[in-house]
């Protein structure tokens, strides 16, 4: 099981507003403890408003989650899909531009990934549909740079049994890419930068991306 970070949350003053100091005092409190080990004191505590005011902007713990889960999945599917646009027309650029906004996300914003990926499951049903749905679009991006690759020879991925799975395979991608912000920390050997340049390569290797 991998060690919840301790991440200090930041002071009301440096932020704009109540809002945002509540969600970092979240993000902090659920990385470290986990939603249900955390209670609305705890959070306001942390950002040093009154218990009160969360209510003032949230009518729930839960609606919480929702808020700060939601925000960085449907950041995460913009990001993705202005990279790949920006990419041009070769589905290799599209597929290195994809993997390295992704991963670039996940290291940065190590304790945001971790929150959204792995707290989501207290989410009920609408909200967690929220969360699925912006997940499928990321998941369908990606599918369907491997279907253009595919097609037009640009990549060679595996068969099993003959078939090509480009959902299975793209599946697998994303997990990878994903994990990064359960290991990644700054001050390693390698960058942001380049663990989105390594990830980026590994995932044209497993395409099978010609030159």
């Known amino acids: 099981m991998s060690r919840r970070p301790k991440v200090p949350p930041p ?4 932020l704009k507003a109540p809002a945002e ?3 970092a005092a979240a993000f902090s409190q659920f990385a470290e403890r986990g939603f ?3 209670t609305v004191r705890d959070i306001m505590q942390a950002c040093g408003l009154t218990q009160g005011a969360l209510y003032n902007h949230f009518k729930s713990k839960d609606e919480l989650l929702h808020d700060i889960v939601t925000s960085t999945q449907v950041e995460l599917e913009r990001l993705c899909r202005a990279a790949v646009a920006e990419a041009g027309a070769d589905p290799r650029a599209r597929l290195a531009a994809f993997i ?3 991963v670039t996300r ?3 914003l190590r304790v945001e990934a971790l929150v959204a990926n792995r707290e989501v499951s207290w989410l009920d ?3 967690a549909a929220d969360v ?3 997940r499928r679009a990321i998941r369908d991006i990606l599918v369907k740079i491997l279907e253009e690759g595919t097609a037009s020879g640009a990549f060679d991925p595996p068969r099993i049994d003959g078939k090509r799975e480009l959902r299975a395979i793209a599946m697998g ?4 890419c994903t994990h990064i912000s359960m290991w990644y920390g700054p001050g390693g050997r390698l960058d942001e930068e380049q663990m989105a340049r390594l990830y980026g390569e590994m995932a044209l290797r497993a395409v099978g991306a010609r030159p």
């Open 132 to 134: 699925r749905r912006s």
């Open 21 to 23: 100091a509540i969600r």
């Open 11 to 14: 002071s009301p003053r440096e």
């Open 125 to 127: 049903g609408e909200r």
């Open 106 to 108: 996940h290291c940065r």
């Open 36 to 38: 249900p080990g955390v």
């Open 173 to 176: 991608l994303l997990d990878q």
């Open 100 to 102: 390295r906004t992704f």
